[in-house]
């Protein structure tokens, strides 16, 4: 905050042309903990404060040095060769622990383990530009400046409209490489075989959001015109078979990434850092065997993937408006454990346990699509008003729609939309608060202790 990032009081997210956007805002967060609040960032501006930040607790720091090479004793790394981009001097380091945090690279995951499995169903690519002069959503208001997303008018992709610090606004496509690239191929054709550059690929996918035009207003995108002007990279999302080995863990994108839709990048990484912790730590403490530290942080790290994947997916079907096989792209141990207080609602308590099904999955996303349903808190405030406050609250059981309908029956479509995203976000909001996500999950037979100086694994 300190820094100036630029405070993000929610989204405002909307996935049909014909329906209104709903806001899902970031006091749903706060409200269990002051502390989870969200910025906007400039991610580079953010990764040197981490960075700094390690160095002034102690951490050595190596700047402009990048890892080439790592030894191992049978499958344990022990040391890595490295190089100075700067200076071009090279040297080895030896440690006691690896954790892999290289990002997409993924050094351990795709050069030695080789287990990165990329996801069928998210094949998607992105590209965006930074604008100037944009007008904010709903300046004035407790929810000025928030985040604007929404589907493509032909249900190809999404857009993004996100304010910075610097009073610039980043504005991105998202939508899946054979989509993307079936659509330049047209413009190919259209323009004699000449057109479909970069940049008029994006302003002419950038006119099917007709919200995010809206809010651009009289913005100017930066170094219009030119080859600078548009970014692009591939998201495509991908997992691992594991994420810990002996003496080593897997953090962040170097073990999974999931399309940017939800903003769970950062997550997961924290997740995956402070799992890596505490494992380690509970290794060298003798607090669980090493195996058993291995196993514990690689479900963690599964599991937590797994809960982002299947509420991404649902969204997407929503999008795209079909049905999605996401069968292959599913850890059916990863399932279980990331969403074991929904399956006897989905499935029927007689059948948990059973083979995964595809219909199953399907039901799955169904639920979690609710996630960004059409709704506003003062919509909330009403519902409430008029239902028992049992029904409404986050920690009551998880209804499903057929409960809902059940209860309410064609009299109150508005208190059925609440109730539908209340019920949604709740295997969604254990991830946001460390006591519960932590503390009291259970892997393997161990739970997390997180007190500073205890910090490692107990027996459940």
Known sequence: MNHGFTVKP??????????????????????????????NVIRSEFDDLLFRHASKCGATVFDNTRVTELQFEGDRPISANWRNTSTGIEGRISFDYLIDASGRNGMMSTKYLKNRRYNQALNNVACWGYWDGTDSYMPGTTRDNAVWIEALEDESGWAWFIPLHDGSTSVGIVMDQESSNRKKKASRAAS??????????????????PGAIKLIGKGTLRNDGTSEAV????DFSYSSSSYAGDHFRLAGDSGAFIDPFFSSGVHLAMTGGLSAALTIAASIRGLSSEEDAQRWHSSKIGSSYTRFLLVVLGTYKQIRN???PVMSDVDEDNFDKAFDILRPVIQGTADVGKTLTEDELQKTMDFCRHIF???????????????????????????IEGDIDRLLGDTDEEAKI??????????????????????????FGFKAVLEQGKL????A
């Open 10 to 39: 929610g989204a405002a997210v909307k996935l049909n042309q014909y329906k209104r956007e709903g806001f899902a805002p970031d006091t749903d967060f706060i409200a269990m903990n002051p502390a989870n609040g969200c910025w």
């Open 192 to 209: 004699g075989g000449s057109g479909s550059n970069l940049l008029a690929h994006y302003k002419e996918e950038l006119s099917r959001a």
């Open 231 to 234: 970014k692009s990279a591939s």
């Open 322 to 324: 079909q049905a999605m």
């Open 373 to 399: 349903a059409p709704t506003d808190p003062e919509m909330h405030s009403a519902v409430k008003s008029r239902l028992d406050s049992t029904l409404t609250s986050p920690d009551a059981p998880i209804m």
């Open 418 to 443: 609440v109730l539908s995203e209340i019920n949604a976000r709740k295997p969604i909001h254990t991830m946001y608060n460390p006591t519960e996500y932590f503390a009291e999950e259970a892997h």
């Open 456 to 459: 490692g694994l107990v027996t």
